[in-house]
């Protein structure tokens, strides 16, 4: 595939389709015509060029990296070594195996961005590497204004979700060794080019945040990826502004474990800062929703949750089924899936006298895995060792918690359409009725009685 310019050797030949290639041409044409260095070749290109296109949309460092993973590749016939700029053919190269290449492929580029010397790397260099590849995503996606309406934490340093979410992406790579290190030695550790290339394989984030980072940096059309899967399109049904309990890290991490249909959109049901600390709003705004993502800070800055792969319904019973899972993302990034030990998944309740009135997910009545109590505010997670239906552990700091924030968020098609909103009844309008005839068992007399919209 390709075409003939961007052959560089029998044993190497560019994967780009010819409308792709044309576009990694004419990206190189525009680095060489960049203000060069006296003695760099002109139909090359030097680190000041690639900083000149790229201004400041990549943090420096990750700018470094990208050069000396390209003038690092060793070209078929040539001389071995980092070269003084670079050439075409080492361009398209690393282009080609950075974008379409195998993990193989992959692995060798990283390894190049990750240190210029031949042979492992260290553990703790491939844990650097990490956050600076996880911080110039959410860097890129800022700076091109492409954060789909959420909005990065403000602070001094890069936004605590970096670190978190680089751990996570390092803790998928297998160190090899025969004895077993203290904590801090581990990233003595050496990584050879095996061990690269199955972390590569294993956490397919890493070829994604690659992607993200090459294509918004130098703006490539032709080979943009669609951002949806990675950033879901945030709705708000509120003037004023709004600031989620998750970062940007946080946000990609949790919406790259829901099913693919629920990824692309988020719309905010229900907000404790928003809507007040009642259940019986609670209630009344996520029931009959479709799929959820609910989300809890506790007091102790742990942050956690779960996804409902099914409408919220109350009742007495469980509901939901193994789609549904809990996760964390402060202060650390894990998901918690179905054991398959029972059918615990979901529980949404109120106005009982001998079974626990609350929202819960996982776990079984009074020890749940995440267990929002009808005293709105209160919760728990219990796990010991771990959640019979998610096997997960206690998500919060301490097992009874308190809480002053908690969002749900509807994922995937947006819930209701402008038309049915237009005809809501008063019950709609007002949640908390609606939910308050639901506890007490009164019928809804004017249910199905509203006017059916006409089709536009």
């Given at each position: 595939?390709?075409?003939?310019?961007?052959?560089?050797?029998?044993?190497?030949?560019?994967?780009?389709?010819?409308?792709?290639?044309?576009?990694?041409?004419?990206?190189?044409?525009?680095?060489?015509?960049?203000?060069?260095?006296?003695?760099?070749?002109?139909?090359?290109?030097?680190?000041?060029?690639?900083?000149?296109?790229?201004?400041?949309?990549l943090p420096p460092e990750m700018v470094t990296r990208l050069y000396d993973g390209m003038r690092s590749l060793d070209l078929p016939g040539k001389a071995k070594g980092p070269s003084e700029s670079i050439s075409r053919e080492q361009f398209t190269m690393f282009m080609s195996h950075l974008l379409k290449g195998s993990s193989e492929e992959k692995s060798l580029v990283i390894m190049k961005m990750i240190s210029a010397t031949e042979g492992p790397v260290k553990a703790r260099e491939v844990q650097k590497f990490t956050e600076d590849l996880v911080g110039s995503v959410v860097h890129v996606l800022n700076y091109r204004q492409e954060l789909r309406g959420w909005t990065q934490k403000r602070g001094p340093g890069p936004p605590p979700g970096v670190q978190v979410l680089a751990a996570q992406l390092f803790s998928e790579m297998e160190l090899r060794g025969n004895e077993e290190l203290p904590g801090p030695r581990q990233l003595d550790r050496d990584c050879d080019r095996a061990v690269i290339e199955d972390w590569v394989f294993r956490a397919p984030h890493v070829a994604t945040f690659l992607s993200v980072v090459i294509h918004r940096g130098f703006l490539l059309p032709h080979l943009s990826p669609d951002l949806a899967p990675l950033v879901p399109e945030r709705h708000v049904d509120q003037e004023r502004v709004f600031e989620s309990i998750l970062d940007v890290p946080s946000v990609i991490y949790v919406n790259a474990?829901?099913?693919?249909?629920?990824?692309?959109?988020?719309?905010?049901?229900?907000?404790?800062?928003?809507?007040?600390?009642?259940?019986?709003?609670?209630?009344?705004?996520?029931?009959?929703?479709?799929?959820?993502?609910?989300?809890?800070?506790?007091?102790?800055?742990?942050?956690?949750?779960?996804?409902?792969?099914?409408?919220?319904?109350?009742?007495?019973?469980?509901?939901?089924?193994?789609?549904?899972?809990?996760?964390?993302?402060?202060?650390?990034?894990?998901?918690?899936?179905?054991?398959?030990?029972?059918?615990?998944?979901?529980?949404?309740?109120?106005?009982?006298?001998?079974?626990?009135?609350?929202?819960?997910?996982?776990?079984?009545?009074?020890?749940?895995?995440?267990?929002?109590?009808?005293?709105?505010?209160?919760?728990?997670?219990?796990?010991?060792?771990?959640?019979?239906?998610?096997?997960?552990?206690?998500?919060?700091?301490?097992?009874?918690?308190?809480?002053?924030?908690?969002?749900?968020?509807?994922?995937?098609?947006?819930?209701?359409?402008?038309?049915?909103?237009?005809?809501?009844?008063?019950?709609?309008?007002?949640?908390?009725?609606?939910?308050?005839?639901?506890?007490?068992?009164?019928?809804?007399?004017?249910?199905?009685?509203?006017?059916?919209?006409?089709?536009?």
């Open positions: 595939m390709g075409n003939s310019r961007s052959q560089s050797g029998p044993r190497f030949c560019s994967q780009f389709l010819p409308a792709e290639q044309a576009e990694i041409d004419g990206l190189f044409d525009a680095l060489s015509s960049e203000k060069q260095r006296p003695d760099t070749s002109p139909r090359s290109f030097s680190l000041r060029a690639v900083k000149s296109h790229l201004g400041e949309a474990h829901l099913p693919r249909e629920q990824r692309h959109r988020w719309d905010l049901l229900f907000s404790s800062e928003l809507h007040g600390h009642s259940f019986a709003q609670l209630c009344g705004r996520i029931t009959h929703q479709g799929p959820c993502v609910l989300l809890l800070e506790d007091r102790d800055g742990h942050v956690f949750g779960g996804f409902a792969s099914c409408s919220w319904e109350v009742k007495p019973q469980f509901q939901g089924d193994d789609r549904c899972f809990l996760f964390s993302t402060s202060p650390r990034m894990a998901v918690y899936t179905s054991t398959g030990y029972n059918d615990h998944y979901m529980y949404l309740n109120h106005g009982q006298q001998t079974i626990p009135n609350g929202l819960g997910m996982g776990g079984q009545h009074n020890y749940f895995g995440l267990w929002v109590d009808v005293d709105f505010g209160k919760g728990h997670s219990k796990a010991k060792p771990k959640c019979t239906t998610y096997h997960s552990p206690q998500l919060s700091a301490q097992e009874d918690f308190r809480f002053e924030k908690m969002e749900v968020w509807a994922v995937g098609e947006a819930p209701g359409s402008q038309q049915a909103q237009r005809n809501r009844s008063i019950l709609t309008v007002d949640p908390e009725a609606q939910a308050l005839l639901e506890i007490i068992g009164r019928p809804r007399h004017s249910q199905g009685l509203q006017d059916v919209p006409e089709d536009e």
